[in-house]
Every structure is written in structure tokens, then in C-alpha cells.
């Protein structure tokens, strides 16, 4: 697939990021937000796995989105989560998949852009954005998803049958 002028400069700054990471393949994974999440409540990351233990990963289908070397996919199949995650970075997913293997975690991991999905509508019961909000609403890429691709319309669906049945699960 042809990217774009700004996928190919993101893809060029995580692909220089992802150089720097090598070296989480030697070291034991941290899964330090599954124990006690609410242990640094101001924290919005740990707020969030707060949020998403109490939610029940067990047997949900998440979408990690931008997912770059792993973190959250692992933390998710650890929960029990099935987990599909994409990023643009072939250098970082092939971190998260060795680091995956290395676990023992089963996990989906594909490349490709945020802007042109290929999953299903409505398969997914979660969909994850971590550290990555930020740079998307930024860039523009959020309003651009948000239009085009499969995991928004899943996002929205999910989130107007949430509301439809008077709260519950959010996609965080
Ligand atoms: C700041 S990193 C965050 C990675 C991960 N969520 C985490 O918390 O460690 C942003 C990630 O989004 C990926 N990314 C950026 N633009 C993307 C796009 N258009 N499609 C897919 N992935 C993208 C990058 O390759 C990078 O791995």
C-alpha cells in the first residue's frame, strides 16, 4: 500500500524510536498496571487500566490502535482479552510479536494504517488509543478516522448501543 507524505514521515520517526527499543527484548516486561491499577490514580494511563479491569477484558475483543511496540496488546491477552493491534511500524511490531512469543500471549498484530482498516464493522467490544490521542488529534488524523475507517464506525456503534442500554463498557 502507498502511504502518504504524512504517514511516511510518522512511519520514518517510529521506525528511528523503534531502534531504541531493541533493547526491551532483553529486559522482563512490566505489568505493573494489572497489579492494584488504581495504585496511581492521577495518573490517566493507570486510570485507564483502572477502567479497563474493571471492565473485565475476559473474553472481549479489543483493538489496540497504533500499538507500536506492544505494551497494551500484552497487558490486554494477559486480562484475557482476544487482541488484534496495528501499527504502521514494521520495526516496532516485530517487537511486539517477539515480545508476545516470549510471554507465551497470542495476539493479532498487523501493519497497516489507522486511516484504511481492513477489520469488520462492529467486531470489536473495545477499542484502546494510548499515547496516541494526542499526536492524532493533532495531525488531523483523528478527523480523518473518524470518516473513513471501520474501527471509528465500531467506536461509535459501540459507544450508541452503550448509551442505548443505559451505560456500561466505553471504548477508551
Ligand atoms: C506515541 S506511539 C504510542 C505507541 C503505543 N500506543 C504505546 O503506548 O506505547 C504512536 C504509535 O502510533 C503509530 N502510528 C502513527 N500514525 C499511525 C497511522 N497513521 N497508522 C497506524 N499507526 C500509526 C506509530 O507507529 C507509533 O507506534
Same mark, same amino acid.
Not at 472481549?60 to 500499538?67: A, F, H, R, W
Not at 488531523?140 to 451505560?167: I, L, M, Q
Given at each position: ?5 504524512r504517514?511516511?514521515?510518522e512511519?520514518?520517526? !517510529?521506525?528511528? !524510536?523503534?531502534?531504541k527499543?531493541?533493547?526491551l527484548? =532483553?529486559? %522482563?516486561?512490566?505489568?505493573? $498496571?494489572?497489579d492494584? %491499577? *488504581? ?11 483502572? !477502567?479497563?479491569?474493571?471492565?473485565e477484558?475476559a &473474553?472481549? =475483543?479489543?483493538l489496540? $490502535?497504533?500499538? &507500536?511496540?506492544?505494551? #497494551?496488546? @500484552?497487558? @490486554?491477552?494477559?486480562l484475557?482479552?482476544?487482541? !488484534?493491534?496495528?501499527?504502521?511500524? %514494521? ?7 517477539a ?8 495476539v ?8 484504511s482498516?481492513?477489520?469488520? #464493522?462492529? *467486531?470489536?467490544?473495545v &477499542? $484502546? ?16 478516522s473518524?470518516s *473513513?475507517n471501520?474501527?471509528w ?12 442500554a443505559? &451505560?456500561? %463498557?466505553?471504548? $477508551?
Amino acid at each position: 500500500m502507498e502511504l502518504t507524505e504524512r504517514q511516511r514521515s510518522e512511519l520514518e520517526y !517510529h521506525q528511528q !524510536h523503534a531502534r531504541k527499543k531493541q533493547q526491551l527484548l =532483553t529486559e %522482563p516486561f512490566s505489568w505493573d $498496571v494489572l497489579d492494584r %491499577p *488504581c495504585r496511581r490514580w492521577w495518573n490517566a494511563y493507570w486510570s485507564m487500566y483502572a !477502567h479497563l479491569v474493571r471492565l473485565e477484558m475476559a &473474553g472481549k =475483543t479489543v483493538l489496540v $490502535v497504533g500499538c &507500536g511496540y506492544g505494551k #497494551d496488546a @500484552l497487558r @490486554l491477552a494477559k486480562l484475557g482479552a482476544t487482541v !488484534h493491534a496495528f501499527d504502521l511500524s %514494521p520495526d516496532l511490531l516485530s517487537i511486539a510479536r517477539a515480545l508476545a512469543k516470549r510471554e507465551g500471549l497470542r495476539v493479532f498484530f498487523d501493519e497497516m494504517p489507522a486511516e484504511s482498516l481492513t477489520y469488520d #464493522d462492529n *467486531c470489536f467490544d473495545v &477499542g $484502546v488509543l494510548s499515547a496516541s490521542v494526542r499526536e492524532l488529534i493533532l495531525r488531523g488524523w483523528y478527523a480523518e478516522s473518524c470518516s *473513513c475507517n471501520s474501527f471509528w464506525r465500531t467506536a461509535d456503534a459501540y459507544e450508541e448501543k452503550r448509551c442505548e442500554a443505559g &451505560g456500561g %463498557p466505553a471504548a $477508551v
